[in-house]
Each structure stands twice: as C-alpha cells, then as structure tokens.
C-alpha cells in the first residue's frame, strides 16, 4: 500500500505553535475515498506529520490514487479549519480556500517517492 509525503513551507522557530494547531486537528470524517460518481476507490489508512525548522511533512499512507487523497481531503471541513490556523506559520502563502485550489497545492507539495518498502504479509511466500 503506498505512501505520499507532502510538503509545508513554514517559518523556523515556531514548532509548539504548529505542534499545537495539529493537536486539535479534526480527522476526516470518513477513510473511505470515493470518485465523483460516488463508487469507493480507497481509503485512508493513516497519517503522521514531522516537523523540523521550516519544513513540515505530512506522510499519509493510504490505498487507490493519490489524486483520489487530494479530492477527499480538500473536501473536509477539519483541513479547511487547519490551513486557515496554519496561514501564520507559512513561509511561502498558498491558496487553499477552495476545494480545487487545494487539490493544486496538494499535487504541487508531494514529494518525489524514490524508494517504498514493505514487510511482506504474514505467511506470503518470500
């Protein structure tokens, strides 16, 4: 099941203030990604975000298309509510407010996948 990264320009120095806002973030309100006709096409399986000076990185691991993520996330109102607090803390603005301009951020802030490894499932052969 893959894995995306996607990138935060923020300014160094203000670590708590973001740990904090992404303490209170509100998850999506459901793992499933659908298409636009509504048929289930993946799913979110999680997320972890770091931080370190002015670069912050979300990995979400999920299943299906990348671009099925970015739809479903610029759709929920808690990532609305955290890029909105987030605005302070940027290094570099970035147009979020809609769903459509989120989608181009996000595809614009993914990061380039150069390795992926996996345990094989239990009992698969090797």
């Known amino acids: 099941m893959p894995y995306a990264a996607i990138t935060y320009d923020v300014k160094p120095g203000h670590e708590a203030e973001i740990t904090e806002i992404f303490s209170h973030f509100k998850r999506a309100d459901t793992p499933v990604l659908r298409d636009e006709a509504g048929a289930e096409v993946g799913r979110l399986l999680g997320t972890a975000v770091f931080i370190k000076d002015g670069l912050l ?9 990348i671009k099925d993520v970015g739809r479903h996330m610029s759709e929920q109102r808690g990532v609305h ?3 909105e ?4 803390y940027l290094a570099s603005p970035r ?5 459509e ?3 181009r951020h996000f595809a614009g802030s993914l990061m380039h996948c150069i390795s992926q490894l996996s345990a094989p499932a239990p009992g698969a052969a090797s």
């Open 101 to 103: 301009a989120f989608q």
């Open 95 to 99: 147009d979020t407010g809609t769903p």
């Open 85 to 88: 607090k987030l605005k302070p």
């Open 57 to 65: 990185v979300r990995v979400i691991h999920y299943e299906g298309d």
């Open 81 to 83: 509510i955290l890029e």
